[in-house]
Protein backbone atom coordinates (compact mmCIF):
# COMPACT_ATOMS: atom_id res chain seq x y z
CA UNK A 1 0.00 0.00 0.00
CA UNK A 2 1.34 3.30 -1.39
CA UNK A 3 1.87 5.71 1.50
CA UNK A 4 2.06 9.58 1.44
CA UNK A 5 2.87 11.65 4.74
CA UNK A 6 1.77 8.45 6.87
CA UNK A 7 -1.66 7.86 5.21
CA UNK A 8 -2.93 5.65 2.52
CA UNK A 9 -2.96 7.60 -0.54
CA UNK A 10 -6.96 6.83 -1.09
CA UNK A 11 -7.50 8.55 2.34
CA UNK A 12 -5.38 11.71 1.03
CA UNK A 13 -7.59 11.91 -2.33
CA UNK A 14 -11.13 11.91 -0.19
CA UNK A 15 -9.55 14.14 2.15
CA UNK A 16 -8.86 16.48 -0.78
CA UNK A 17 -12.39 15.85 -2.29
CA UNK A 18 -14.31 16.52 0.88
CA UNK A 19 -12.14 19.90 1.32
CA UNK A 20 -13.05 20.35 -2.14
CA UNK A 21 -16.71 20.24 -1.75
CA UNK A 22 -16.86 22.38 1.58
CA UNK A 23 -14.86 25.08 0.31
CA UNK A 24 -17.42 25.64 -2.61
CA UNK A 25 -20.47 24.86 -0.95
CA UNK A 26 -21.79 28.18 -1.80
CA UNK A 27 -20.80 27.83 -5.13
CA UNK A 28 -23.00 24.61 -5.05
CA UNK A 29 -25.85 25.87 -3.18
CA UNK A 30 -26.29 28.84 -5.76
CA UNK A 31 -25.63 26.87 -8.76
CA UNK A 32 -28.37 24.48 -7.38
CA UNK A 33 -30.91 27.40 -6.61
CA UNK A 34 -30.06 28.98 -10.25
CA UNK A 35 -29.67 31.92 -8.20
CA UNK A 36 -29.10 35.41 -10.61
CA UNK A 37 -25.97 36.06 -8.82
CA UNK A 38 -24.21 32.71 -9.79
CA UNK A 39 -21.11 34.11 -11.36
CA UNK A 40 -20.52 37.12 -8.56
CA UNK A 41 -21.26 34.24 -5.93
CA UNK A 42 -18.39 31.52 -8.17
CA UNK A 43 -15.54 34.49 -7.49
CA UNK A 44 -16.05 35.58 -4.12
CA UNK A 45 -16.02 32.20 -3.52
CA UNK A 46 -13.13 31.23 -5.58
CA UNK A 47 -11.01 34.21 -4.31
CA UNK A 48 -11.91 35.03 -0.77
CA UNK A 49 -13.45 31.41 0.19
CA UNK A 50 -10.05 30.92 1.80
CA UNK A 51 -11.09 33.52 4.52
CA UNK A 52 -13.48 32.49 6.81
CA UNK A 53 -15.39 35.75 6.58
CA UNK A 54 -15.88 35.29 2.51
CA UNK A 55 -17.02 32.47 2.72
CA UNK A 56 -19.74 33.04 4.90
CA UNK A 57 -20.59 35.88 2.91
CA UNK A 58 -20.84 33.56 -0.42
CA UNK A 59 -23.11 31.29 1.22
CA UNK A 60 -25.01 34.24 2.95
CA UNK A 61 -25.32 35.35 -0.34
CA UNK A 62 -26.13 32.01 -1.81
CA UNK A 63 -28.84 31.24 0.24
CA UNK A 64 -30.76 34.90 0.35
CA UNK A 65 -30.25 35.55 -3.07
CA UNK A 66 -33.82 35.22 -5.19
CA UNK A 67 -34.05 32.11 -7.75
CA UNK A 68 -33.51 33.02 -11.44
CA UNK A 69 -37.08 30.79 -11.51
CA UNK A 70 -40.00 31.00 -9.05
CA UNK A 71 -42.38 27.87 -9.53
CA UNK A 72 -45.75 29.24 -8.81
CA UNK A 73 -48.88 27.04 -8.55
CA UNK A 74 -51.64 28.02 -10.76
CA UNK A 75 -54.80 26.13 -9.97
CA UNK A 76 -56.73 24.79 -13.28
CA UNK A 77 -59.97 26.59 -13.97
CA UNK A 78 -63.69 25.23 -13.17
CA UNK A 79 -64.87 22.75 -15.44
CA UNK A 80 -66.78 24.24 -17.75
CA UNK A 81 -70.70 23.38 -17.42
CA UNK A 82 -73.04 24.11 -20.70
Known sequence: MALLL????????????GVFV???LPTFVAGN????NFWW???INFFFGWTL????????WALQDTPKYLVAYVPAPPPYNR
Open 6 to 17: GLPIVLIVLICV
Open 22 to 24: IHF
Open 33 to 36: RKVR
Open 41 to 43: IFL
Open 53 to 60: IGWAIALV
